[in-house]
């Protein structure tokens, strides 16, 4: 399994706590929380259950049938309580309780919750158990949730949501990758396991693109169909929307204009879309130039959905006329740089998390973003608890790193009326001499070849 080191350490964390516990665990299927489950449970005594979107009576008898053939006994009550006092471990050892997409129970049938924080406080199997609450619907998890369990949410131990992997467990897991295909698989794939579990790392970034996405046997070809489905109604509003976002229209006005959806359909549908973690609004770092900040923005979240819609979407025809590579070739390759730039920004932001958190920073960090300007952007902000700032240029595709690329800097700083108290510059490609000589002499100003650090 690559990467999700941080998350099993979270679950043996709960696991070894004396008493009982509940731990909700949720995320998008692609991210593979249920693959994660399985590896926790690798040695350990434990019950799974697959919860199917059923009637409530049909869940309650599936659920006892399998425990009946698990356990091989005989129940002549069908009832959750009567369900958790039949479960065991066997021996001393805590019981761990899995109930997959435990939401198809839990909004048709309120004696399950009840029952569920029975066994939590001992009323019902007596020995030591780990409940383990598993969901891929992120919405109902998120807003639904809370309102079902009331008061008794205080009974549950917490939430643990399963985000992409960050770049650096990517990263770690493409050894044979330098870093320019690293932040190109990055960019395409983000930080989704299923889709990085099956991805060639021996192969270079155009072999993968056109095997498995661009072919129509490839494992990613319908994987974006597949999830606006599974979660989604009214789909020609959400590609419209979608297709629009990835071609640059980032406000509600231009996506209006764009599609010619109402302000307020476009509204409902992108609040739906974030509601999944498909897409974002971006604010802008606060500085003391608001007045110059592009506000009101939106951009796809989903690195894959965002690359679907960019480059392969709108090209349909193309895709199914053309070879794989030859659609490659004439739709991607040439776009591919200038897309990939927000991607590295976010590398190099994870560097600097990651410097933070070994304090190898001059400064402490305590909020940290981007500037949007009206005219010029700032890469990343990096401020800390007394507005001292970090300012970062992040350079992906210019063969070298200029001073003129830190004159445009200035002007964006100027723009934002906000100084800087140390400088990082970043580059995936190299530093210009003339550059180096003039920063050697200022020690705010730290130079960053990432190719020497991934």
């Not at 493409?174 to 299923?194: D, H, S, T, W």
């Not at 609040?271 to 802008?284: G, Q």
């Not at 130039?289 to 690195?303: F, M, V």
């Not at 005219?375 to 790193?401: F, H, T, Y």
Request: hydrophobic share 35%.
């Amino acid at each position: 399994m690559i990467g999700r080191k941080a998350e099993l350490q979270e679950l043996e964390r709960l696991y070894h706590e004396s008493g009982n516990q509940i731990l909700v665990v949720y995320g998008h299927k692609e991210n593979q929380g249920r693959q994660l489950v399985q590896e926790f449970c690798k040695g350990k005594k434990s019950f799974y259950y697959h919860a199917p979107e059923i009637s409530a009576k049909a869940q309650k008898s599936r659920m006892g049938r399998e425990i009946e053939k698990y356990y091989r006994i005989n129940m002549q009550e069908e009832s959750y309580e009567n369900y958790f006092k039949r479960i065991k471990s066997g021996d001393s050892s805590k019981l761990i309780l899995v109930v997959e997409e435990f939401q198809h129970i839990m909004k048709k049938d309120a004696q399950f919750l009840e029952s569920v924080i029975h066994l939590r406080d001992k009323k019902l199997y007596p020995g030591p158990v780990l409940i383990l609450l598993c969901s891929t619907d992120i919405p109902w998890v998120e807003q639904e949730m809370p309102k079902v369990l009331g008061t008794s949410g205080k009974k549950f131990s917490g939430v643990l949501k399963i985000h992409d992997l960050e770049f650096v467990d990517v990263a770690q897991s493409f050894p044979a990758y330098n870093l320019r295909q690293k932040v190109e698989m990055y960019g395409i794939c983000g930080g989704k396991p299923e889709y990085l579990a099956r991805w060639d790392g021996q192969k270079d970034v155009k072999y993968n693109v056109c095997t498995h996405i661009l072919s129509e046997d490839g494992f990613m070809h319908e994987s974006v169909w597949k999830f606006i489905r599974r979660h989604l109604r009214e789909l020609s509003v959400y590609h419209t929307i979608l297709e629009s976002l990835a071609g640059g229209k980032r406000k509600l006005n231009e996506l209006f204009q764009e599609t010619g959806f109402s302000r307020a359909k476009i509204s409902v549908y992108l609040k739906n879309l974030m509601e999944f973690d498909v897409v974002e609004k971006v604010s802008s770092f606060e500085t003391g130039g608001w007045e110059n900040a592009q506000k009101g923005l939106y951009r796809i979240k989903d690195t894959y959905i965002n690359f679907w819609f960019k480059f392969v979407y709108p090209h349909l025809s193309d895709l199914y006329r053309m070879e794989p590579e030859e659609f490659y070739d004439t739709y991607i390759a040439e776009e591919l740089e200038e897309y990939l730039a927000p991607y590295f920004v976010k590398v190099c932001m994870e560097y600097l998390q990651l410097m933070d958190h070994a304090r190898k920073l001059p400064l402490e960090i305590h909020k940290m973003g981007t500037w949007i300007g009206k005219r010029g952007n700032i890469d990343i902000i990096a401020q800390n608890s007394v507005r001292e700032n970090l300012i970062c240029l992040c350079n992906w595709k210019e063969p070298k790193m200029t001073f003129e690329m830190c004159q445009e800097l200035f002007a964006s700083m100027d723009q934002a009326k906000v100084t800087a108290n140390f400088y990082y510059l970043f580059t995936a490609t190299a530093f210009d001499e003339k550059l180096v000589r003039m920063v050697s002499r200022d020690s705010r100003i730290v130079l960053v070849d990432m190719n020497q650090i991934l």
